[in-house]
């Protein structure tokens, strides 16, 4: 959900390293030719407090089709009704409009400022936290 991209190769190296500790969900995002346009999968899954973090990776050539919007609903309807989630959340940087609008598309709400909480481009800066619970279905 943040500003800067990230390739395939490294995002799939660091769910390789975290494999062993957690149980991964994640949808790759392909157009017709079956080419990778884009990432979007759960972090922090908390088994005992039934909630999960939302993010995703999308090329930038691909924005403006609603292909993130659509992936980002299946995988909300995957945590609320097969995985019996109960909180899902996402942070974004201020500047990351397209995610503030995407959050807000899928039935989230802003809960507030995480202050100076995230080191980008070697300088701290505050992100948003967005959620939904299952009674916001």
Not at 35 to 56: P, V
């Amino acid at each position: 959900m943040f500003a800067h991209a990230i390739t395939t190769d490294a995002w799939r190296n660091s769910l390789d390293h975290y494999q062993e500790f957690v149980i991964i969900v994640a949808l790759d995002l392909k157009i017709e030719d079956e080419k990778l346009i884009g990432t979007i999968y759960f972090l922090n899954l908390d088994d005992r407090n039934k909630s999960a973090e939302l993010s995703y990776v999308l090329n930038k050539k691909f924005e403006g089709h609603g292909y993130a919007t659509e992936a980002a609903i299946k995988l909300r309807d995957i945590f609320f009704n097969e995985l019996e989630g109960e909180r899902l959340y996402a942070r974004h940087t201020f500047d990351n409009l397209k995610s503030m609008n995407l959050m807000a598309r899928i039935g989230m709400k802003i809960e507030g400022t995480l202050r100076k909480s995230y080191c980008f481009h070697g300088r701290q800066v505050d992100l948003a936290i967005w959620s939904m619970t299952r009674d916001d279905l």
